[in-house]
């Protein structure tokens, strides 16, 4: 189930393992169920007094690699993929559990997260989701990068991307919640890196998780994974999986068309904030059938 209307969480907890790809650590993780109105928030049950940190724009420290939240020194790191799960799947409330700060890549998509959340499933709850409603577009530009969003009845989001790469070049996607076709079209999408980005992440000791069974891997002319790329547009659809997560951390479903071209994790949230700062442009309220 998917609802527009109600708020939802997990049926049952759900517990993966895996490696960050920036530390190379291996995290444990547990999903458990929450209440109305608890929103997703992650508790690092490996430090003193197990701190919880909510999965808001305001909480957010770092967007340079990945997306991290942190509150009075403590932080999750690469929380994108699992955020867009949730997006996707239309989750509300949940409490996320982790012993080190790094949620696991995984195959470095949400495939896996979304897959063992619709193993134990999902339900309704007895609150109304709220949202925000878009009356006015916003948009924020840098240079031939922008986002901007528009009034819509329904969820929409448009990505962009365009790189001057002969395996990817021009690409977009449009996804609409109302057609529910995240499981089947979005999730599995994975994060995608050139083969000399890599290296100099290396360099610096990042990317010490990083390896073909958990990214695309790009060379000048071929794509270096076995069995090649899962959709012929894969790159343009992992960035769309990208945004879901971003703009989760809104806190609340956006009633609206966002239109993201050529953005990265650091330009949405600059639209985020911008989103906030132009409260005469939209209305919250709860879903309405």
Partial sequence: M?????????????????????????????????????GIKFRRID??????????????VDTSLATVIGDNGVIVSTIEHLMASFAGLGI????????????PIMDGSAREFTRAITDVGVVDQDKPKHLFIVNEPIEIRQGDK??????????????????????????????DRAENNFKQEICGARTFGF???????????????????????????????????????????????????????LGMPIQGHIIAHKSGHHLNHLFIKKFLDERQAWETGPAKR
């Fill in 146 to 175: 922008w986002v901007r969003v528009e009034p819509e009845p329904c969820f929409k989001i448009s990505c962009i991307i365009d790189f001057n790469h002969p395996l990817i070049g021009l690409q977009k996607i449009v996804y």
């Fill in 195 to 249: 083969v000399k980005d890599l290296e100099l992440l290396k360099r610096f000791s990042l990317g010490r998780g990083g390896s073909l069974d958990n990214a695309i891997v790009i060379d000048n002319d071929k794509i270096l994974n076995k069995g090649g790329l899962r959709y012929p547009d894969e790159f343009v659809r992992h960035k769309l999986l990208d945004c879901l997560g971003d703009f989760s951390l």
């Fill in 47 to 60: 430090l003193p007094g197990t701190p919880d940190i909510p999965a808001l724009f305001k909480l957010v």
């Fill in 92 to 103: 509300d409330n949940a409490l996320v559990e982790v012993d080190d700060y790094e949620i």
């Fill in 2 to 38: 998917n609802s527009f209307y109600n708020q939802q969480t997990i049926a049952g907890k759900v517990s993966l393992s895996g490696v960050g790809v920036h530390s190379g650590k291996k995290t444990n993780l547990t999903i458990r169920p929450a209440k109305e109105n608890h």
